[in-house]
């Protein structure tokens, strides 16, 4: 199922809830690259945290979003010895 052309992504959405819950979701799942993307009651300490839908620990979140970030594999030098057709 991959993306065609023309197709757009699904928007992010933020939820506030009657008692103060704030929720981001991304395709109808809890989704938040940036923070938390649930906070029970609008309270920080509770904050849980979830990518595409799966629940993360704080370490596991800052581990994936650290991973996405920086350049990519066949830019860095120490990954381009498993590039077939990377020639010195």
Request: glycine share 8%.
């Given at each position: ?8 992504f ?9 008692d103060g ?6 395709d ?8 938390p993307?649930?906070i ?8 849980e945290y979830y990518?595409y ?21 066949y ?14």
């Amino acid at each position: 199922m991959g993306i065609e052309t023309g197709q757009t992504f699904p928007k992010s959405r933020k939820l506030i809830k009657a008692d103060g819950t704030i929720a981001y979701t991304w395709d109808d799942k809890l989704h938040n690259w940036d923070g938390p993307a649930l906070i029970p009651e609008g309270n920080e300490k509770k904050a849980e945290y979830y990518l595409y839908g799966m629940q993360k620990t704080p370490d596991e979140w800052k581990e994936m979003r650290r991973q996405r970030e920086g350049i990519p594999f066949y830019k860095n030098q120490s990954m381009k010895n498993q590039l077939s057709d990377y020639r010195n």
